[in-house]
């Protein structure tokens, strides 16, 4: 089945801690997007990347960090620096063509301890 | 600066009954979207609008899109309570590979 999949579902950060999130997919969409949702609002753009080893910062990038070594996969770091991460992260894929559309994956929730 | 304002942020409707949602955009938008959203779960894709005029129906959910009034509606057909969720709207601005979002429609239909 194609798709795409975040792991974990929920993570807890420990204060200075970095945090992992992954987001694989097998759609061989080229780009992928990272999105971070708080409770009530709608989703903000943190980071981007429209082709392999190639990224751009969205609207809240500062305390993020990603990498896109690989097509499948754009994984998201949580940094230290980022001091209020608490929130609902959503990856997605995009299709391409004239009716291009994001797709999402489950999201990950992310508490901090 | 593309700015999406979605209303009304809350809706309570009875089973049965129309309604629309309003998205409006501030700037040039070369296309617009609509997703839905259950209660802690992801967004699920709805509609696709690219042209002036383009209009995009699902069952009991009818999308148009007015580029001249930067305005798009998302219709609801006598409302059954599984249409119950969050409906977003999002605009790409032009020239780029963003979306920027609404903060939603939080719609809730009861018998």
């Known amino acids: 089945d194609g798709g795409i999949t975040q792991s974990p579902k929920y993570l807890f950060r420990k204060e200075g801690q970095n945090v992992t999130l992954s987001c694989e997919q097998n759609?061989?969409?080229?780009?992928m997007y990272w999105y971070r949702q708080d409770p009530g609002q709608g989703l903000r753009l943190i980071y981007y990347?429209?082709?392999?080893?190639?990224?751009q910062k969205g609207d809240i990038a500062e305390g993020y960090s990603v990498s896109r070594e690989k097509k499948e996969s754009f994984p998201l770091t949580v940094t230290s620096a980022q001091k209020n991460p608490t929130a609902f992260y959503l990856c997605?894929?995009?299709?391409?063509?004239?009716?291009?559309?994001?797709?999402f994956g489950p999201g990950t929730r992310l508490l901090v301890l | 600066e593309l700015k999406v304002e979605q209303n009304p942020l809350f809706l309570s409707m009875q089973e049965g009954k129309n309604y629309t949602i309003y998205c409006n955009y501030s700037?040039?938008?070369?296309?617009l979207y609509w997703y839905r959203q259950d209660p802690g779960k992801s967004l699920e894709s709805l509609f696709v609008?690219?042209?002036?005029?383009a209009v995009k129906q699902e069952g009991r959910l009818m999308a148009s899109l007015d580029t001249k009034a930067r305005l798009s509606t998302l219709h609801i057909t006598a409302a059954v309570h599984d249409l119950s969720a969050t409906y977003f709207c999002?605009?790409?601005?032009?020239?780029?590979?963003?979306?920027?979002f609404g903060t939603g429609t939080r719609l809730q239909v009861f018998p």
């Open positions: 997605a894929s995009r299709t391409s063509g004239s009716y291009e559309t994001q797709y």
């Open positions: 759609l061989n969409h080229d780009a």
């Open positions: 990347s429209q082709i392999v080893n190639d990224f």
């Open positions: 700037t040039t938008s070369d296309r």
């Open positions: 609008l690219l042209s002036n005029g």
């Open positions: 999002a605009g790409g601005p032009y020239n780029t590979d963003k979306l920027i």
